[in-house]
């Protein structure tokens, strides 16, 4: 079982800067995909910035160039660096690791992140 808990939510302004944490406990392959989701208020959650299961990176359009995943080396804990913050960028953001072998998704209970113009 993998249990996901993230922290560094917060109210922001536009311009500003944050750093979101997700520490990963369970059992977690090198092949295993993890990252993070968001979802803005009346809008369906999105994919934000994701280590794939061949290990490149995804990023959604919107974050290009402003938003950086990464991760520790024993892949215990996922960030997400956020610069440049834009109001539109508001939502809560949920951790989520997808597991191969068995295949399962897992999501933390997501942390808030409010951008203010």
């Known amino acids: 079982q993998v249990q996901l808990v993230e922290s560094g939510g917060d109210l922001v302004q536009a311009g500003g800067s944050l750093r979101l944490s997700c520490v990963v406990s369970?059992?977690?392959?090198?092949?295993?995909?993890m990252g993070w989701y968001r979802q803005a208020p009346g809008k369906q959650r999105e994919e934000v910035a994701y280590f794939t299961h061949s290990g490149t990176i995804d990023y959604a359009d919107s974050v290009k160039g402003r938003f950086t995943i990464s991760r520790t080396n024993t892949r215990n804990t996922i960030y997400l660096h956020m610069n440049s913050l834009k109001p539109e960028d508001t939502g809560v953001y949920y951790c989520?690791?997808?597991?191969?072998?068995?295949?399962?998704?897992?999501w933390g209970q997501g942390t808030q992140v409010t951008v203010s113009s």
């Open positions: 989520h690791v997808l597991t191969l072998n068995p295949l399962k998704q897992f």
């Open positions: 369970g059992r977690i392959r090198s092949t295993d995909g």
